[in-house]
């Protein structure tokens, strides 16, 4: 069988998670979220956020917790802004825009945005009723290309986008991989006073499944559940995220696979690296973009899976290596071995 670099969550769940899941499987609790784990899992997270003010809820998966923020968020003649490497614009079958809000991209190098990019677009659209309205500024921490936000910079975009009353939701799918990224500033805690909204990510970092989206903005909080339940995304279950969340965070085992997934990928590049091997972006967590000849590219996909990102040339592509929360050292070291005895050729 192939060792697969294809994506985070080709794996079922850690371990600790699957006997939690086990070991309270015929305890009975309350549904739709008022379990008591769901329930101790968001004092939890409330607590290393240091965030009375914030409002976490529950939900299955990543696309559903972007649909259902900013449908919530949005009148419908509002819309969001974002990158044009945004999950939301190129890989959830236009679930945004379905809901009757029209996504605004804007071309990044790196996949992030800044106020300057963004002035632009509101320059634009200038509040008329013959156009959509501005309203959310859609992020990914880390991003679709696997770079991250500094601290520094997501202070200047919260500061601009409440300056210009525009609500700033942070995508979570892979932020335990932006927050210990090895030249990450950026810490947990700061995300209750710089976003509006933002998730956190269970699917892609040792959850079965599972997004917690946090809602700090108190202004924004108000009848949220209903919007969860009208989009069907209230588990009467709801223990089952409930659990997950609290093991993950409990003993910050949530932060120690998201390391893991980057160590692991910061090797493969390390080498790379060494070995004059460009890449697509530089990035510190668990993706990474690295430009090959072609014939390299095919040798190593005898037995290794990866996404072939972007055709550089007739002669090179861009490959997408992903790293997980269970990548293992043989992983990366069979994969760095055989990529040796190709190049050594």
């Given at each position: 069988?192939?060792?697969?670099?294809?994506?985070?969550?080709?794996?079922?769940?850690?371990?600790?998670?699957?006997?939690a899941?086990?070991n309270?499987?015929?305890?009975q609790?309350?549904?739709?979220?008022?379990?008591?784990?769901?329930v101790?899992?968001?004092?939890?997270?409330?607590?290393?956020?240091?965030?009375?003010?914030?409002?976490i809820?529950?939900?299955?998966?990543?696309?559903?917790?972007?649909?259902?923020?900013?449908?919530?968020?949005?009148?419908?003649y509002?819309?969001?802004?974002?990158?044009?490497?945004?999950?939301?614009?190129?890989?959830?079958?236009?679930?945004?825009?379905?809901?009757?809000?029209?996504?605004?991209?804007?071309?990044?190098?790196d996949?992030?945005?800044?106020?300057?990019?963004?002035?632009?677009?509101?320059?634009?659209?200038?509040?008329?009723?013959?156009?959509?309205m501005?309203?959310?500024?859609?992020?990914?921490?880390?991003?679709?290309?696997?770079?991250?936000?500094?601290?520094?910079?997501?202070?200047?975009?919260?500061?601009?986008?409440k300056?210009?009353?525009?609500?700033?939701?942070?995508?979570?799918?892979?932020?335990a991989?932006?927050?210990?990224?090895?030249?990450?500033?950026?810490?947990?805690?700061?995300?209750?006073?710089?976003?509006?909204?933002?998730?956190?990510?269970?699917?892609?970092?040792?959850?079965?499944?599972?997004?917690?989206?946090?809602?700090?903005?108190?202004?924004?909080?108000?009848?949220?559940?209903?919007?969860?339940?009208?989009?069907?995304?209230?588990?009467?279950?709801?223990?089952?995220l409930?659990?997950?969340?609290?093991?993950?965070?409990?003993?910050?085992?949530?932060?120690?696979?998201?390391?893991?997934?980057?160590?692991?990928?910061?090797k493969?590049?390390?080498?790379?690296?060494?070995?004059?091997?460009?890449?697509?972006?530089?990035?510190?967590?668990n993706?990474?973009?690295?430009?090959?000849?072609?014939?390299?590219?095919?040798?190593?996909?005898?037995?290794?899976?990866?996404?072939?990102?972007?055709?550089?040339?007739?002669?090179?592509?861009?490959i997408?290596?992903?790293?997980?929360?269970?990548?293992?050292?043989?992983m990366?070291?069979?994969?760095?071995?055989?990529?040796y005895?190709?190049?050594?050729?």
């Amino acid at each position: 069988m192939k060792i697969s670099f294809k994506n985070d969550y080709s794996e079922g769940a850690h371990p600790n998670i699957l006997q939690a899941l086990v070991n309270y499987n015929e305890d009975q609790q309350p549904g739709y979220g008022e379990d008591f784990y769901s329930v101790k899992a968001k004092e939890i997270i409330k607590s290393k956020l240091k965030s009375e003010k914030s409002e976490i809820f529950f939900v299955s998966g990543g696309t559903q917790a972007n649909l259902i923020v900013i449908s919530s968020l949005l009148k419908p003649y509002q819309a969001v802004i974002s990158a044009t490497s945004g999950h939301i614009l190129n890989n959830e079958t236009g679930a945004i825009e379905a809901t009757g809000h029209k996504v605004l991209g804007i071309e990044t190098a790196d996949g992030k945005l800044c106020p300057s990019d963004i002035i632009p677009v509101l320059e634009g659209h200038k509040n008329v009723p013959h156009q959509v309205m501005p309203k959310l500024v859609y992020i990914s921490n880390s991003t679709e290309l696997g770079t991250i936000y500094q601290l520094e910079e997501l202070q200047e975009l919260s500061k601009f986008c409440k300056e210009n009353k525009l609500i700033l939701f942070m995508d979570g799918a892979r932020l335990a991989q932006a927050l210990t990224s090895e030249i990450n500033d950026l810490k947990f805690e700061q995300l209750a006073d710089l976003t509006d909204v933002f998730y956190i990510g269970g699917t892609k970092n040792g959850a079965l499944l599972g997004e917690g989206i946090v809602i700090n903005n108190p202004n924004l909080q108000e009848d949220f559940a209903f919007n969860i339940k009208q989009k069907g995304a209230l588990l009467a279950k709801g223990r089952v995220l409930g659990i997950q969340f609290l093991e993950l965070f409990k003993d910050d085992l949530y932060f120690e696979l998201g390391k893991n997934a980057n160590v692991q990928a910061m090797k493969i590049k390390k080498f790379m690296t060494e070995n004059e091997i460009q890449f697509l972006s530089d990035t510190s967590t668990n993706q990474i973009f690295p430009i090959l000849e072609n014939s390299v590219r095919e040798k190593l996909s005898e037995h290794f899976e990866f996404y072939v990102w972007q055709k550089i040339d007739e002669t090179q592509s861009a490959i997408r290596l992903i790293t997980s929360w269970n990548t293992k050292d043989f992983m990366t070291d069979e994969f760095i071995n055989s990529l040796y005895e190709i190049i050594r050729k």
